[in-house]
């Protein structure tokens, strides 16, 4: 079955620059994502908030599928069909790109996802009927933009656009959705490290 990744940028206000593109040990955050995900999946899908950043990330991806032209799946930049309108939006754009059943959803900004993580959550939306598989920590709390979902949930979030909620998690509330433990996805849970500000981007080269 085909596999897709929908990559969604953003920009940090703590960071005061897209994190996407914010070096990590010299490598701008989105290839290290690119560089990890890149012979795993059939397509991938990048969502960005509107053109003037498209054009930012377009130069750093076209050098990636150069250096890599045997290895690098389909990559399509795209932007949301409505600017600033919240991560809701970001997915709806990318689920409505993609030319396979769901994919995994991801932040841009993903430079420890594993190889295990994103192989483990596939084969687990595959073994199983749902529109969308979403980590959760022990303490309930969940991870809806390191999620997979079902283009089923088009519709729903099309609705839910339409009476004025813009977050993700207004969709889970109405779609059929498994939640998974993070450790069974990712044992290590290196996956779900965020960098909100410079200083954790230093912290965690030291570690």
Known sequence: MKSCIILCGGRSRRMGQDKGLMALDGTPM???????VGDIVD?????????KQLDLYKKCVNEFKNQNPEH?????????????????IGLYTGLSHITSE???????????????????????????????????WPDGSTEPLHAYYHSECIPVIQDKLKNGFRNVKSLLEQINVVYIDVRTLDPEEKSFINLNRPEDVFTTLRK
């Open 30 to 36: 989105i290839i290290h994502t690119l560089e990890i």
């Open 43 to 51: 397509e991938i899908i990048l969502v960005l908030r509107d053109k």
């Open 72 to 88: 690098t799946p389909e990559i399509r930049m795209v932007t949301d069909v409505e600017m600033d309108q919240g991560p809701l």
């Open 102 to 136: 769901g994919a995994l959803v991801l932040p841009c900004d993903s430079p420890f996802i594993s190889t295990y993580f994103v192989n483990k959550i596939f084969k687990l939306s595959d073994e199983r009927d749902v529109q969308a598989m979403v980590p959760m």
